[in-house]
């Protein structure tokens, strides 16, 4: 698979020392090959359209999770570096503004035909850091680049209100305006569809982003941003910018930095409530999609094969670390071995390794904190009562950061797995015994970004969806993501929508305009 060495490195400004000597380290290096190798970027950023260094030279390395090998470097940059990217994303924004919505429609249209034409090595970048396999890397982009397709066709749309006045002869009208400078903080887990979800209605609507690339996978960002320039995105629109060990700084920066409007920030509850606290100092607009504790519910009127094959999807989509993944598997008593069974069955099936061989279902997790923390959740459960059906262990001969699918059964309250995000490829079976108690359980966290359900009676399907507290539900099927619905969490996962028309207001202020004294009757 990997069939060539260390691709050359793109940019347009001087190299300094410290980096040459990285790029001879990184020499040695295997890497999969890439079409079109010029999107790679190692050791540079995208700023006001050039591939810039940070102003120390810094830089970090990135790992491939599958193998633990050396992927490349990337520029730690600073606060400071920061600072200068937000001046020229205002510098920008300014002129960006005034284009019209079918000009910035045109720009994404062209931005995702080029995603759609380099799929195939954006899915290649995807793997190599993150760990996904390919045919996941695959739909990642098709994914990622939806957002671009669907905004670019809302951006000629962006229409006010004429509001009736209870004034006599005033007239109220609004107009919809872009709220400037967006610093948009994305992970890990979706290195492209994360920040293609955040752009594309910023860019929809006229405003320009500062992007920081999540640590572990900054390449996928960065090839996207190479693509921007070649859809012809004015400089200085969109900027790209990485970090790691100066992941606080730079978060520092974005949210209080004057110039920076809006915040869009996806990863934990934790960082959530930090990136809030600073961004009270200048009153940022926000929107945050947070961590979840997704329930998955199957009563025993369900189609139990339908429901086993939505809980696979959800459970074990990434390898568990999506914010939406089935977290708690609740099955009611009358069904519970029956599902239970099958479900297992199915988990046996898959075939974990290296996300870039044939017939691999599943990959490595992101890095040993994660793997650690599955390992907790199990050890725990397990200690607790749980029965482990299938799986449980790390497996150490495939490399560090893999991970057993698990299935666990005879699950309670008690245990962690309950009230944390396991972030990983384990499912807990809890069996229930009414609708009534379910859902107290379900609703029983603080946090509420997706759950799911399987029934086949209609009152059930519409009182459930109801009363669970998230933000969105899954009815009958355990894949809800799609870039026309509103994605996003109530309670602690957050508030805020992305993708759908909702996400569109997220990156907009209203402005109200009244014309006094207009009268109402025509002039003799
Ligand atoms: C996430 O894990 O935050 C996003 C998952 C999705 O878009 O489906």
């Given at each position: 698979m990997f069939l060539h060495k260390a691709l050359s490195v793109t940019s347009r400004t001087a190299i300094r020392s410290s980096q040459l000597r990285s790029f001879a380290r990184l020499s040695s290096t295997m890497v999969p090959k890439l079409k079109?190798?010029?999107?790679?970027?190692?050791n540079v950023c995208y700023v006001n359209g050039e591939w810039i260094p940070a102003s120390s030279g810094k830089t970090f390395e990135i790992h491939d999770p599958a193998t633990s090998k050396l992927i490349g470097s990337a520029p730690e940059f600073s606060a400071s570096d920061v600072s200068n990217t937000i001046t020229h994303a205002a510098t920008a924004f300014e002129s960006f503004r005034h284009l019209t919505g079918r000009e910035r429609s045109k720009l994404l249209r062209k931005w995702y035909d080029l995603v759609v034409a380099n799929a195939e090595d954006l899915a290649t970048l995807i793997t190599w850091e993150n760990g996904k396999p390919l045919a996941d890397a695959k739909g990642e982009v098709t994914y990622a680049a939806n957002f671009f397709e669907w905004f670019s066709e809302e951006a000629p749309r962006i229409y006010g209100d004429t509001i009736p006045s209870s004034v006599p002869g005033n007239r109220v009208f609004t107009i919809k305006e872009p709220v400037g400078v967006c610093g948009l903080i994305t992970p890990w887990n979706f290195p492209a569809a994360m920040i293609t979800r955040k752009i594309g209605p910023a860019l929809a609507v006229g405003c320009s982003v500062v992007v920081k690339a999540p640590g572990e996978t900054p390449f996928t960002p960065l090839a996207l941003a190479e693509l921007a320039d070649r859809a012809g995105i004015p400089k200085g629109v969109v900027n790209v910018i990485t970090a790691n060990e100066n992941t606080v700084e730079v978060g520092q920066e974005l949210t209080t930095?004057?110039?920076?409007?809006k915040i869009s920030f996806t990863g934990s509850t934790g960082v959530g409530k930090l990136l809030m606290k600073q961004c009270s100092s200048t009153l940022k607009k926000l929107s945050l999609e947070l961590g979840g504790n997704a329930p998955f519910i199957v009563f025993d009127d369900a189609d139990v094969d339908l429901a086993v094959a939505g809980a696979i999807a959800s459970k074990f989509r990434s390898s568990g670390q999506t914010c939406v993944c089935a977290n708690r598997i609740f099955v009611q008593r009358g069904i519970y071995d029956e599902f239970a069974a099958k479900f297992a069955e199915k988990v046996k099936a898959f075939k974990v390794g290296n996300?870039?061989?044939?017939?691999?279902?599943h990959g490595p997790l992101i890095h040993h904190r994660a793997i650690d923390k599955v390992d907790q959740h199990v050890r725990d459960a397990e200690s607790k009562?749980?029965?482990?059906?299938?799986g449980g262990h790390k497996l150490p001969d495939l490399g560090e950061n893999f991970f057993q699918p698990t299935v666990l059964t005879g699950m309670t309250t008690e245990m962690a797995m309950a009230h944390e995000e396991t972030f990983g490829p384990v499912a807990g079976l809890y069996p229930f015994d009414t609708e009534e108690e379910v859902v107290r359980i379900a609703n029983e966290s603080p946090v509420g970004l997706a759950g799911y359900f399987f029934s086949r009676d209609l009152e059930r399907v519409h009182r459930v969806a109801e009363h669970l507290e998230v933000g969105m539900v899954g009815v009958n099927t355990g894949l809800i993501s799609d870039p026309a619905s509103p994605f996003g969490g109530v309670k602690e996962s957050g508030f805020g929508r992305e993708g759908s028309l909702y996400g569109i207001g997220e990156y907009q202020v209203t402005k109200m305009v009244t014309y006094g004294g207009m009268g109402k009757r025509l002039q003799n």
């Open positions: 079109d190798p010029s999107l790679f970027k190692q930095n004057p110039t920076i409007r996300g870039f061989e044939d017939g691999i279902t009562g749980a029965k482990v059906v299938l």
